[in-house]
């Protein structure tokens, strides 16, 4: 029902054909301490956009967030404690990249892990089939025949070539 | 090596099963909610001047009242049609509670010609460039802050408000004492 | 009248998909193929009602019949023709229904396409796809039921979203998509009735191949053009933002690649088939979980359509369709028996046996990464964002070693191969590489990945090319053909080979322009007052003034440009911001000039009429139009590959009688 309400009433808004003012953020720092602006505000998501960082954003209020970003970096604030006041107001939620602690250690570590024992298995594989000095299967199709023509064209695999070439005549 | 089938056939039913239940709690919750965060913190101070008068409010000062911020802009419709709560609700518990409206997002031209218009009985702060709002972690507008005599911020409504649920917020902001002495 | 006749032809359809689903796969598991008609009509019927159904829908928008519920939802008289009718796949109703006619052209097209030959597979294979059908076309009848009616009628609609109102390209980007998307349904429908009937034959294989490939393709364009979309619409400077739903289709996309390679090496050496139908099952399901992540409403996303009810029963068919999976390949054990074995590290085998591990890898990857948030929320209550930077940091290594993969897995024979032979064939394109590496360095170029890409990128140009260039020469050399003559003889005795490594060499260049456009962009932003310039590269840019117009759904404000490149000639460039009737925020087009060496790229961020000064964010994008120009190259690499031949495409060993042969080579000629 409230759902509802707010839809209403964001369509009505809508139609009184108002819109919020686009003003211009604060004026940048010096290069150095801008560069650390512009990399927070990558890190930081902009609360009404959809997954967008607040340097990305075209909100205004991702404006106002950058505009914070500069006063804190100004004031002198390090990189964490910029952070820290943001997931203080916003939550955790306002980092794009999560924290590596707790639950979230299984996102930052699972694709390695899985990377890993995949590995483990296909070396165990293959290692229980150990090579043969036996040369290659023979030829089966013309995508190999071409394929060991382009090989002994290499100059490496006389013995193939006339095979090749015969092949090469179909 | 039937073992290596039902290891396999049991990691991938647990795999299955846990995508479909994270999947499944995730329904009924909004994905575009913005968490609370400052549930009974301290709210943060700030000194500023108001649209009309041009005089300087400060929060620290306003300790031992409770206060009732609301953040709003002349581009938002639900705010316009918050307006006329907002100044009913002065007029019920203006003598118990701080008043303030603050502008969110906009310029201070819009927020003037809108106020000449509308009126509004109590001050309305300027935020230049938002910085109070973010300090608040305000996401949008409207949004009304609740905070008690101590200073403690202790309830958000991030929607526009009827008159019976501003009610309810204020009577439970001034504490069941206060309430019963208000009435209905 | 729209709404009856349209919610008829929805309810025939499903009609004639329950049909042909249980006739398919019951005549198909008791191995009567009399009832292959049957079958082969109810997909005819299937895609006719279909058919009829969104054309009633199309009318129904068009004519602006407001009693019809999605058009009171999208409609609105003052949209544009092309977008009213664009609005068909715009909002969440419309776009299953959409679904529903490209299953159906899917399903028909394969139906008419196979022979009777394939009767075995094809009543199963049939069927499995129509019982997909039924999923979609009772969806279309319950849920997410466009053709309701609306009482009383409104005068007019809100007009479908803005943003999808602002370029030509949101016209092509989701048909293409969706004949990506839904065409992953072919495949799956084929590796279900292999594993049904307990055969895998090699005519079979290939039809599973072929039918892969060509959603394949659809999906590789409708994904780039879906980034190119979002740099030249959305304004911030971006092409991928990592955002749920674009990584809802690179998933199936990732699996799907996986596969092309994977089939490879059953074909030849018969292993990996577990690999190999578990990918095809997989890319299946990744396109029904991406589509229930794109409708749920239970993601934060750019294209995220609120909560409904269509979430609980996309949910429920993805729990069926994983037991039903997973019980598949496991009572199927004995068709997965490899008959054969990867023998030797340094084969082309075990390179795409990594690959397929790599790609698995990416794939959990940004699964894990785009579900996150949800299993934060489920265990600890509090949800977190998973964004660019995490996929950046996590994705990106995974591309680079498959890049490098891209190059060592053509050198590697079949078989195995000896280390001398193969030190050799690596000389030429290592030295290119480092040279790449080499030059970049010279002209200044910093940064360990993006010139690690390019040296990478050069070894594996170094290798495609010759792998695609020598057999030609080879016939150059000793037939005397001319060399256009003998690059195509050559092409078309090996198509899939050919057109592998042309698609190659497409994605090189995909690498190169995503590194050079995101590792050494320039950018600068600033407010310019009237006639003054800002700066950036070899590019002055002066703010000559506003501009403004109006259309029917929307009103925009430019600020004009003219700018200077390097002392040429002026030319006009003009960002704006375009306001919509039903938004409070106003969306920007940004201006882009694109050249082959990178685009300038502006975009207009705020404006004041007053005091006439405007506020630009101006980016120098090196190479980025590289990635929308792989497309042709893509496309041309997978034409060939897919292009039937007049001989067999099976492998067929010595020992098969001359006959035989014979009379397959008279019916593929026949069929061709």
Redesign the interface.
């Known amino acids: 029902m ?1 759902a509802l309400l ?1 839809f209403g ?18 004026a ?1 720092l010096e290069p150095a301490l801008e560069a650390r602006v512009q990399k927070l505000g ?2 930081l ?1 902009c ?2 956009c ?4 607040i340097a ?6 991702a ?3 950058l ?2 970003i500069r ?1 804190l970096v100004s004031d002198g604030k390090t990189d964490d404690e910029v952070r820290a006041y943001f ?13 590596a602690a ?3 250690w ?2 930052w570590l ?2 390695a892990l ?2 890993i024992i ?2 483990a298995v ?1 070396v165990r ?2 290692q ?5 000095r ?5 030829a ?8 060991r ?3 002994s ?2 100059g ?2 006389d013995e193939y070539l006339k095979l090749v ?1 015969s092949e ?1 005549k179909r | 090596m039937k073992w290596k089938v039902i290891v396999a056939l049991a990691v991938s039913l647990a795999g299955a099963a846990s995508l479909v239940f994270v999947l499944y709690k995730g329904f009924g919750q909004d994905p575009h909610k913005v968490p609370f965060m400052l549930l009974d913190q301290p709210a943060p101070t700030f000194t500023l001047k108001t649209l009309g008068t041009g005089e300087v409010v400060s929060l620290a000062e306003l300790r031992g009242t409770p206060v009732v911020l609301n953040f709003w802009a002349t581009w938002c419709a639900p705010c316009r049609m918050e307006h006329p709560t907002l100044d009913w609700a002065f007029r019920q518990y203006g003598n118990q509670v701080k008043f303030l409206g603050a502008v969110f997002e906009d310029t201070e031209e819009n927020a003037r010609a809108y106020i000449a218009r509308a009126g509004s009985p109590y001050p309305q702060l300027i935020d230049p460039r938002s910085q109070m709002a973010v300090d608040y972690g305000v996401a949008g507008v409207p949004e009304t802050y609740f905070i008690d005599a101590a200073g403690v911020i202790r309830d958000k409504v991030a929607f526009p408000m009827d008159r019976a649920t501003f009610a309810a917020h204020i009577k439970a902001l001034l504490g069941p004492r206060a309430s019963a002495e208000l009435g209905k | 009248m729209n709404s009856i006749l349209g919610y008829s032809a929805v309810l025939g359809a499903l009609a004639c998909a329950i049909f042909g689903a249980v006739v398919g796969i019951g005549s198909g598991m008791a191995r009567r193929e009399s009832a292959l008609p049957w079958v082969r009509r109810a997909a005819i019927g299937f895609f006719a009602f279909m058919l009829l159904a969104n054309l009633v829908m199309v009318y129904a928008l068009l004519s602006h019949d407001f009693s019809v519920q999605y058009v009171a939802h999208v409609g609105s008289r003052a949209t544009p023709t092309v977008y009213t009718v664009v609005s068909l796949w715009s909002a969440l109703e419309g776009s299953i229904l959409f679904w529903g006619i490209i299953l159906g052209t899917y399903v028909l097209a394969f139906a008419l396409s196979q022979k009777d030959e394939h009767a075995r597979y094809l009543s199963l294979a049939l069927g499995a796809m129509l019982g997909v059908g039924v999923f979609f076309a009772f969806l279309i009848a319950g849920p997410a039921n466009p053709f309701g009616k609306v009482s009383p009628v409104p005068p007019d609609g809100p007009g479908p979203n803005p943003l999808l109102q602002n370029h030509i390209l949101m016209v092509i980007h989701p048909p293409m998509l969706y004949l990506g998307y839904v065409g992953m349904t072919v495949p799956f429908g084929i590796s279900v009735a292999a594993l049904l009937r307990g055969e895998l034959g090699e005519a079979w294989t290939t039809t599973l191949r072929r039918w892969t490939l060509i959603p394949w393709a659809l999906l590789t364009v409708g994904i780039i053009l879906g980034a190119w979309w979002a740099y030249a619409v959305l304004g911030w400077g971006g092409y991928w933002a990592w955002d749920p739903v674009e990584n809802a289709s690179f998933l199936p996309w990732l699996t799907a690649t996986a596969f092309i390679h994977s089939t490879m090496v059953h074909e030849r050496r018969k292993v990996l088939k577990l690999w190999t139908l578990s990918l095809v099952l997989g890319t299946f399901l990744l396109t029904i979980l991406g589509t229930f992540m794109t409708r749920s409403g239970v993601f934060n996303s750019v294209h995220s359509f609120t909560q409904s009810d269509i979430g609980p029963t996309f949910l429920v068919f993805i729990g069926l369709l994983l037991i039903f999976s997973i019980a598949l390949l496991a009572t199927r054990g004995q068709l997965l028996v490899p008959e054969g074995a990867i023998r030797s590290p340094l084969s082309r085998e075990t390179a795409i046996l990594v690959n397929n591990l790599l790609f698995v890898g990416i794939t959990f990857t940004v699964l894990l990464g785009t579900l996150f948030p949800l299993v934060t929320e489920a265990v600890r209550g509090v949800r977190v964002s998973v964004g660019e930077p995490y996929f950046n940091k996590m994705a990106v290594p995974g591309g680079v070693v498959v890049l490098f993969l891209m190059g060592v897995g053509p050198v590697l024979p079949w078989g195995s191969g000896s280390p001398r032979v193969l030190r050799q064939q690596l000389i030429v394109p290592v030295v290119v590489g480092l040279g790449v590496i080499g030059l970049c360095l010279a002209f200044g170029l910093r940064g360990a990945l993006p010139i690690l890409t390019f040296g990478l990128a050069g070894f594996v140009t170094a290798i495609t090319l010759r792998e695609l260039l020598l057999p030609a020469k080879v016939r150059i050399l000793e037939h005397r053909e001319a060399p256009w003559t003998a690059l195509v003889r050559s092409a078309s005795k090996s198509r899939r080979r050919f057109g592998g490594y042309v698609v190659h060499l497409g994605i090189v260049l995909i690498f190169v322009a995503v590194a050079a456009s995101s590792s050494f962009v320039t950018h600068t932003s600033g407010t310019v007052g009237l006639g003054q310039s800002i700066q950036i590269g070899d590019n002055s840019l002066k703010f000559v003034g506003f501009q403004n117009g109006a259309e029917p759904h929307r009103r925009w404000q430019a600020a004009n440009l003219e700018v200077t490149s390097n002392g040429g000639s002026p030319r006009l460039m003009a960002p704006r911001m375009n306001f919509f009737e039903r938004s409070t925020d106003p969306i920007g087009t940004p201006a882009v000039r694109s050249t082959p060496t990178g685009d300038l790229y502006v975009s207009l961020l705020a404006f004041s009429e007053e005091e006439k000064t405007a506020t630009f964010n101006l980016w120098i994008f090196p190479m980025v139009g590289w990635i929308w120009w792989s497309i042709p190259i893509l496309v041309l690499g997978a034409l060939i590959a897919i292009w039937p031949g007049r001989r067999p495409k099976v492998a067929l060993s010595a020992a098969v009688s001359g006959v035989a042969t014979a009379n397959l080579a008279k019916v593929k000629r026949g069929a061709a």
């Open positions: 409230k707010i009433l964001f369509s009505a808004s809508a139609s009184l054909g108002a819109y919020a003012p686009q003003q211009a953020g604060s940048p990558k890190e998501r609360p009404t959809q997954g967008m960082s990305d954003s075209p909100a205004s209020v404006r106002a967030q505009d914070k006063g997931v203080a107001r916003y939550g955790e939620w306002i980092l794009l990249s999560p924290r707790g639950v979230n299984l996102v699972g694709p899985l990377l995949g590995f296909i594989q293959i229980r089939h150990p090579l043969e036996k040369s290659a299967s023979p089966s199709g013309s995508d190999e025949a071409v394929e023509e382009v090989r064209s290499a490496t695999d070439r090469l």
